[in-house]
């Protein structure tokens, strides 16, 4: 299993910005889908954004047209940079690797790794 770190959460007021930023530890990282889910108080997690192993992306239609994702593989990292915030998208946001390399899917089941969760907090 790859170990993932997050990092990049805080607070930041309606309409500000953030960049998430997700390590991920193996050497076979671009064989992976990675994605981004989050998770209010009270509520089920969610996918946010993927990022394909076959480079494509897709997203939630809460965040689509603010939020983007993108990833380095040469440097095994992924991002998500979230524009426009609202204070609905307050939550925990979780980076995860795929199951198995080579696949895809935007539920909690096809995601096998995740990371330890980094709190994004839009308040005035």
């Known amino acids: 299993q790859m170990q993932l770190v997050e990092s990049g959460g805080g607070l930041v007021q309606p309409g500000g910005s953030l960049r998430l930023s997700c390590a991920a530890s193996t050497r076979t990282f671009s064989r992976y889908s990675m994605a981004w889910f989050r998770q209010a108080p009270g509520r089920e997690r969610e996918f946010v954004a993927d990022y394909t192993w076959s480079s494509s992306t897709s997203y939630a239609e809460s965040v689509k047209g603010r939020f983007t994702i993108s990833r380095e593989n040469e440097k095994n990292m992924v991002y998500l940079q979230m524009d426009s915030l609202k204070p609905e998208d307050t939550a925990v946001y979780y980076c995860?690797?795929?199951?198995?390399?080579?696949?895809?899917?935007?539920?909690?089941?096809?995601?096998?790794?995740w990371g330890q969760g980094t709190q994004v907090t839009v308040s005035s």
């Open positions: 995860a690797e795929a199951a198995r390399p080579w696949s895809s899917g935007t539920d909690v089941g096809s995601f096998g790794s």
